[in-house]
């Protein structure tokens, strides 16, 4: 695997637009971002209709996924492009969700919608329609997810990073602070994990920073071990998909698993402990 | 969309329509030349230049952030390599207005 086979820019995208193996699929939380322009052919999946399951806190399903799929017009032999808003965070989170069920032929649009924006590249408003499909989903890779568990078994024992913005992850705030603050759990972070904010990743237009200035970053500065066991979270499990990326997919680390429960899920159990401040 | 299942911003961030409460408002419009700017983004930095929030700017160069109490940066990027960094200072209860103009 290389850089090339998980990543491609904006002009590789804009030359391969008509490539009938190649899917492009925009993917956010906020889908009215994608029904006022998209990337030409690209077709959309809504982070939370589309991959979680309408009732229970949990993912769709092996078949759902599938059905996804189909409806998409997406096969299994078909290389899937994603890109998104909020610097890729629900691309990533799909691109990993895309290798849970078993995708293979999987990438990242690298700077995602803004940087496409930024360039002042093609938008377009026709809705993309693509012809159903046969599609056939693998069971869940768990090798790459991580519960609430496994996260608090790794206190202490193996790394923990949470990709939060430093005012998250102090207690000062208890979301992104383009969210109102009033929410249900408690702020702080759990005991031992490193604050690696996500954005430390990404320059400014939304691109990964290269790969000897990821590895400084996360070995020098923050003093992670990579030869160790990763766990990364964020609050919903998705800016933590953004940093899995970087560490399982661009600097190739073999055990790095992203916890989506992240911190709406831990800083509302009873009696897990939690940590405050700037941690060490 | 509620805050508690998301984390995403939309164009503009959240609208802030029953007065600031308890939050630390800041919120403003991005214009050039007196039309507003969008696409474009409107970044959040902390008191050491550390990145905290984004959002797309709305339709009418708009972008709304909470914030904790305290001096912050915000940051604009538009099309054609445009940027700027406003200096911002936040208090709880009060929405602090920030308009940019490129």
């Known amino acids: 695997m290389s850089r090339s086979d998980v990543l491609v820019d904006a002009d590789w995208v804009q030359a391969h637009l008509d490539d009938p193996g190649l899917v492009v699929v925009e993917v956010d939380e906020d889908t009215s971002a994608y029904d006022k322009c998209h990337i030409r052919g690209a077709v959309k999946i809504d982070w939370k209709k589309d991959l979680q399951d309408p009732v229970r806190r949990d ?4 078949a759902g996924f599938e059905a996804l799929m189909c ?7 078909h290389t899937v492009i994603l890109y998104g808003g909020n610097n890729n965070w629900f691309a990533a989170y799909a691109y990993w969700y ?14 995602g919608r803004k940087k496409w924006e930024l360039d002042s590249r093609e938008l377009v408003t026709d809705v993309t329609r693509r012809r159903s499909v046969r599609y056939r989903a693998e069971e869940q890779d768990t090798a790459i997810r991580a519960f609430r568990d496994d996260v608090i078994a790794a206190i202490g024992n193996l790394n923990l990073v949470d990709v939060r913005s430093p005012d998250e992850f102090s ?5 992104p602070a383009h ?17 690696v904010p996500w954005s430390k990743a990404a320059r400014d237009d939304g691109t990964f920073r290269d790969d000897d200035e990821l590895r400084t970053l996360y070995q020098d500065q923050a003093g992670l071990d990579l030869g160790r066991e990763t766990i990364a979270y964020c609050r919903i499990g998705e800016r933590s998909a953004h940093t899995w990326f970087v560490l399982h997919e661009l ?15 831990y800083g509302s159990l009873v009696g897990v402990p939690i940590e405050l401040g700037a941690g060490n | 969309m509620t805050a508690a299942e998301g984390c995403g911003a939309p164009a503009g961030g959240i609208k802030n329509n029953a007065g600031p409460g308890s939050q630390a408002v800041v919120q403003g419009r991005v214009s050039r030349s007196g039309s507003p700017v969008s696409p474009g983004y409107a970044r959040l930095l902390n008191a050491d ?9 709305g339709d009418d160069g708009g972008f709304t952030f909470y914030a904790a109490p305290g001096d912050w940066t915000l940051r604009v990027l538009a099309p054609g390599g445009l940027r700027a960094d406003r200096a911002v200072t936040a208090d709880t209860g009060k929405i602090t207005e920030l308009d940019v103009a490129l």
């Open chain 1, 59 to 62: 993912f769709v399903d092996r």
């Open chain 1, 251 to 265: 600097l190739e680390l073999p055990n790095v698993r992203n916890y989506d429960g992240s911190w709406t899920e």
């Open chain 1, 179 to 195: 969210l109102p603050q009033e929410q249900a759990q408690r702020a702080g972070h759990i005991p031992t994990a490193k604050n």
């Open chain 2, 49 to 57: 230049g550390e990145f905290v929030a984004e959002v797309p700017l």
């Open chain 1, 98 to 111: 895309f290798k849970l069920y078993g995708h293979d032929k999987v990438k990242l649009l690298d700077g």
């Open chain 1, 71 to 77: 409806a998409r017009g997406i096969r299994n032999d």
């Open chain 1, 171 to 175: 207690g000062r705030l208890l979301a």
